[in-house]
Structure formats: C-alpha cells, structure tokens
C-alpha cells in the first residue's frame, strides 16, 4: 500500500519509520534464517560445528568492514540512494544462498549478505536524526530498530514453514524477493526534510534541517573526538551478546534443550518479542526523561546503567533445568540488549554531527561486529570443549564491560551533563 500523496510533516515522518520498520524486518528474517536452518543444514550439507562458525564469521567479516563503508556512503551520498544500494545487494544475495551446494558456497553467500545489510541501520539512526527532535529520536530509532527483533520472530516460524512445505532453499530465496518488492515504496516516499514538499519552513526550524548535512568531517576530526571514541570502544563488549542469542540460540534450543523444528516455530520467536518491546520502552524511557528536562547524555546513560545492572542474570540460563524458566531469562536478555542498542544508537546521533551521524555508526557497527566475529570463533571453542553453560556465563559479563568503557570515555560529557 503506498501512503497518501498529500501528508504533513507529523505524518510524512512516522510514514518514514514505518518503512525503515520493514526494512530492518527483512534484513533479520535473511540473517536468522541460517541460524534456525542451522541443523537442517548440518545434516544436508554435511557440515561440522567449525563449518557453522566459519559461514557465521564470514558474514560478520564483511559486515563488520562494510558497517563503517557503508555509514561513510551514506554521509556522502544521501540515505535514500544508501537504503536502495544496500537492501537491492542483500535481497539478492540472500537469493543467492538458496543454491548452496557445500561449506565453501555457504560462506561466501554469507560473505555476500555481509557486505548489503550493515547499511540499514546507520541510514535508519541518520534518517531518525533528521525527521526528529532529541525529545523524540529514540522512540523512532527504537521502532525502526525493533524491525530486527521482529523480523526474527517472524523468521522462526515462517522458515520452518516454508523449509518443511518446499524445502530449505526456497527459505533463503522467498525472503531475498521480499527486499526487491520493498525498494518502491522507499524510494517513493523517502527525501531529506529540507526537500521534501511536507515539510514547511517551521517544521525545519523545528528540526535544525534547513539544509542537507553539509561538508563531512574529515577522518582526522572525527577520531579526535574523545566520545566517539567510547561510543566505538563500547559496542566491542556489548554487540557480541546479541550476536550470541541471534545465531546460536535456535541451535541451543534446538542440540541441547531438544527441541524440534517445529517447536523452534513455536516457541523460538517468543525472545524476540521481549527484544522488540525492549527497542521500543528503552526508547521511550530515555526520551521521557529528555522531556522531563535531563541532558540527552545523561537521560541516555540512566537507561545503559540499568541494563547492564540486569544483564548479568543472563549466566542463569545454561544451568536451569526447565526449559520454560530458561526462555524467560532469556527473554528478559533479549530485551535489554535491544534497550542498550537504542540508546546506544540514538545517542551517537545526539553526540555528533548530522554530517558524521553515518559515519560514526558504521564505526560503531564495525567495533561491534568485530567483537561478534572474535565472539564467534571463540563460542565455537568454548560450546564445543565446555558446553553452552560457559558460554552463556561469558556473554553475561559483556554488558557490565561495556557499560565502564563507554563511562571512561563520556565522563566529561556526563558531568557537564549533571551540571
């Protein structure tokens, strides 16, 4: 459905993150559907634990390169020819896995995805920080960003539906046509505010977006900057435990809590929700605060302190006997992952400049799909030398780390903030 052709500003920008909201669906549904595939394809392709790792790493070999490529571009060239690039690569490369014949073929379509979809979310913080006011942004990054959770909870039973009506392939290959059927509906609506015929010269004056970005900082400038700094730092210890839930806990559920396939439909979606709603009220909560008059850093940083906090019961899950009381721990992580990633997220575009709004979060993507590549190679190790337990006990300690990181290097923003 397209919207109307006549919107105001108010309506034109909710339109907006509606459309990023099924962008970032899509891209989850093209990258869980290994994970929720993964022991169908041990068995049909013959693949070994470190085979697994390997299409795991290889996906986060070119998605932590092109985070910060691709945040660059989109600084340069606009977000709306960005997205376009960006979903029209994955779509076809998720295509493209469908004819896997072996380990080799399986990573390097990985590898392919890798390069497409890390593009959606620093164009989707950019395009938040230009269509809202602080008061406002993280609410809208935290509704684009739930896409993902989102999207894996539709990716659970819609590819066991699709593997066991039509087989394993046509799950790669159905969700890779879906980006394509997005692609004119983002380009038909999407434009920077200052171009864009719903907005008036009051709504700009709103926003500080009277004109496009400008200049983009030089690289120098940009790695001067003391918070950019804890902002990148900071997402090395925090992005791994998402990473650890997205692409192993259908395997864990699967090898070690003994459920099916078709269970995985059922029940595998069910901490993804908790994710979705942890994007949405941690966005929220932030925002409120912004509104109750704290600083953007220190109402941001209140909602980080809390997760962290919490994050540490996650260790929990790998020695609980039920099944049941596991996925609640594990929903509760979830959740605050995805509360730690928005305002992680939305506080880099309220600490820097429109202009190297992009570019910071491709470093910040970069930073964290780096920890995640070395997380990966590390959890393949650890799962098969000392259980899932362990595992889960190191990914429980991650947010903690990240939480001191980030206030090492933003101190003198919060105190300044405090005062």
């Not at 609640?328 to 730690?340: E, S």
């Amino acid at each position: 459905m397209l919207p109307p052709r006549k919107m105001g500003y108010s309506t034109v920008r909710w339109w907006i993150v509606g459309i990023l909201f099924l962008a970032t669906v899509i891209n989850y549904i093209d990258r869980q559907t290994l994970s929720i595939l993964s022991a169908t394809l041990r068995t049909e392709l013959n693949l070994t634990d470190a085979d697994y790792a390997n299409a795991v790493s290889a996906f986060l070999f070119s998605y932590l390169i092109m985070y910060t490529v691709s945040g660059r571009l989109i600084d340069r060239f606009g977000v709306r020819l960005g997205v376009a690039v960006c979903i029209t690569w994955w779509s076809i490369a998720a295509a493209l896995t469908g004819f896997t014949r072996g380990a080799t073929s399986l990573a390097f379509f990985r590898l392919l995805l890798g390069i497409g979809e890390p593009g959606i979310f620093p164009a989707g913080v950019k395009a938040c920080g230009e269509w809202f006011p602080k008061g406002r942004r993280a609410l809208a990054t935290g509704i684009f960003s739930s896409g993902s959770a989102i999207g894996a909870i539709i990716a659970a039973p819609l590819i066991a539906w699709l593997t066991l009506n039509f087989g394993w392939r046509t799950a790669f290959v159905i969700p890779g046509i879906l980006g394509l059927l997005w692609l004119p509906l983002w380009l038909a609506v999407y434009r920077h505010p200052s171009r864009h015929p719903a907005v008036t010269p009051a709504d700009l004056a709103q926003l500080d977006a009277g004109t496009p970005d400008g200049p983009r900082p030089a690289w120098r400038d940009i790695l001067r900057q003391r918070s950019v700094w804890g902002l990148v730092l900071s997402r090395i210890a925090s992005d791994p435990v998402w990473y650890f839930y997205l692409f192993w806990l259908p395997d864990y559920l699967q090898r070690i809590r003994h459920l099916s396939l078709a269970e995985i439909g059922l029940y595998g979606w069910i901490p993804f929700l908790f994710a979705d709603l942890g994007c949405v009220f941690g966005g929220m909560a932030s925002d409120r605060l912004i509104r109750r008059g704290w600083p953007a850093a220190r109402a941001r940083f209140a909602v980080l302190c809390s997760v962290a906090l919490l994050a540490p019961f996650g260790a929990m899950v790998g020695f609980m006997e039920s099944t049941a009381a596991a996925i609640a721990v594990t929903c509760m992580i979830t959740f605050l992952c995805q509360a730690w990633s928005t305002n992680i997220a939305t506080l880099s575009a309220d600490l820097t400049s429109r202009a190297e709004t992009g570019t910071v979060m491709g470093m910040m993507g970069t930073a964290g799909s780096a920890g995640g590549l070395v997380f990966a190679q590390v959890l393949g190790f650890t799962i098969a030398t000392f259980g899932y337990s362990s595992a889960f006990g190191i990914a429980a300690a991650m947010h903690p780390v990240a939480l001191l990181t980030l206030f090492l290097f933003l101190r003198p923003i919060l105190r300044r903030a405090k005062a």
